[in-house]
């Protein structure tokens, strides 16, 4: 137990190994957000499918979203969200350990969008891998980012929430293409002795409903082929009423559990941040749960859904409107495709730090541009290893033959004692 400002809060049992600190809070030192420049309101929508803005405000309170241009990708909203948290946090990319994306609009299969983002950041001692949870990635990456922290494994870890939903939204089913919007947002967490940051979380899933909100091709049940392309198969399919009626129930389940789990009252919540989806869903959870509307954080009307990015872009406005202050208790809840849930506990006590010095600036410029240096120069190595070395490894050892082309048989290996 440790005592908060509202009283105390049970905190996770630490592991047994006695080499583990048990006094490691992960904090929020840094956040930062990216939306790309192209709005497109209702009314543009109406244009492209039989819609209103009339329908689409008083159904879901969505008025515009911003869309990704040509140049953008859910990697190029990350990294400029990421740049600005550790801007904001004055951290060097080389100190982070750590890179967390969470996407469902991820740049490609694979490589992880992660590992783009750790490239163009230039963190060059991190991890990097992404998280898919839909809507609910970005409590689930906070979830993991915090856990690294608590158990001593690493201490500062950037967690972000990015999506690029509009390349794979269906541009002529009005039912699902007037929700969605692009956009990133992220947190930098880091270990501190100060008991705070955040407390407790609760992860949820039923994959029962999986097929509620799906992309039903692209992966390895169903690869691209003529028929998939021709049948929109590589689009967002969504069951509304269903996600709807679920949505309602888990969001205020939620927020009661992770309350409950990290011993702080409703009463004593400053703030809920609700994954932006529906204004509708928001209104219906505040009344069940007694609580006046003031005390949620509502933006869709501006970004409209922009999943995993919509909770940490909510955080960012909040703290720029005066919304969340040091030392305030707040809710993050998220839902969506899975189907998945979350919700979590963070005590809002950072400060944004004093202006970095000039000198601290310039260094990091200098790295944001060595980053770029960097990733080139490595590609072209790995171009140059290829021609001097070929199958052979730069190390000097011969890869082994290929089966086939040998005329002795494989033996497996002896295990070496
Ligand atoms: N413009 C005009 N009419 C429309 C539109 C539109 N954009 N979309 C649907 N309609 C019509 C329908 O065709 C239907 O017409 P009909 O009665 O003649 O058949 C009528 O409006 C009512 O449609 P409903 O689907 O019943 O509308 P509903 O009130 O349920 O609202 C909505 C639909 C907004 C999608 C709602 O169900 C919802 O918000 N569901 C949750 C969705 C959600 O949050 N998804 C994100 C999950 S997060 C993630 O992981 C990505």
Redo the contacts with the bound molecule.
């Keep these: 137990m440790l005592n908060g400002k509202n009283g105390s809060h049970e905190l996770p049992t630490p592991p047994a190994a006695g080499a583990l600190p048990t006094n490691r809070y992960a904090h929020v030192v840094g956040w930062g957000m990216s939306v790309p420049s192209r709005v497109m309101t209702n009314d543009d929508?109406a244009r492209i499918?039989?819609?209103?803005d009339e329908?689409?405000t008083s159904?879901?309170g969505i008025r515009e979203r911003h869309i990704a241009g040509p140049k953008d990708s859910t990697s190029t909203l990350a990294t400029q969200a990421g740049r600005a948290a550790l801007e904001l946090a004055d951290i060097d990319p080389n100190d982070v350990d750590l890179v967390i994306v969470a996407t469902?609009t991820p740049d490609h299969l694979f490589p992880a969008t992660a590992c783009l983002v750790q490239d163009a950041l230039g963190c060059g001692r991190a991890g990097a891998f992404d998280v898919s949870a839909?809507?609910?990635g970005f409590i689930y990456g906070l979830t993991l980012g915090t856990q690294m922290i608590r158990t001593g494994a690493m201490r500062t870890v950037l967690v972000i929430g990015a999506e690029t939903?509009s390349r794979f939204i269906n541009w002529k089913d009005?039912?699902?293409?007037?929700?969605?919007g692009d956009g990133a947002g992220a947190f930098v967490l880091q270990a501190r002795e100060t008991p705070g940051g955040l407390l407790t979380s609760v992860l949820g899933a039923d994959g029962s409903g999986g097929d509620s909100?799906i992309v039903p091709a692209g992966g390895c049940k169903l690869p691209a082929s003529f028929e998939t392309i021709r049948d929109n198969q590589h689009t967002?399919q969504?069951d509304?009423?269903a996600?709807?009626r679920f949505?309602t129930r888990v969001m205020t389940e939620s927020v009661r559990e992770v309350t409950a789990k990290a011993g702080v009252p409703l009463d004593q919540v400053q703030l809920i941040v609700p994954?932006q989806?529906?204004r509708?869903?928001i209104e219906s959870s505040a009344r069940t749960l007694g609580l006046s509307e003031e005390r949620f954080v509502v933006n869709l009307d501006r970004f409209g859904?922009t999943?995993a990015a919509s909770i940490p872009i909510a955080v960012c406005e909040a703290v720029r409107d005066g919304r969340l202050r040091p030392d305030d208790n707040v809710v993050l809840v998220a839902?969506?495709?899975?189907l998945?849930w979350g919700s979590a506990l963070l005590q809002w006590d950072a400060t944004p730090p004093a202006e970095p010095t000039g000198l601290a600036r310039f260094r990091r410029q200098l790295s944001y541009s060595f980053a770029g240096l960097r990733s080139t120069a490595r590609r072209g190595w790995r171009r140059v290893e290829g021609l001097l070395f070929g199958s052979q490894s730069p190390e000097g050892g011969q890869q082994p033959p290929k089966r086939g082309k040998t005329d002795e048989p494989h033996k497996p290996k002896e295990p070496v004692a």
């Design positions: 929508l499918v039989d819609t209103s329908w689409i159904r879901t469902c839909a809507c609910s939903l009005r039912a699902t293409c007037v929700l969605f909100l967002l969504m509304g009423k996600v709807y949505a994954h989806a529906n509708r869903i859904n999943s839902f969506g495709a899975g998945t």
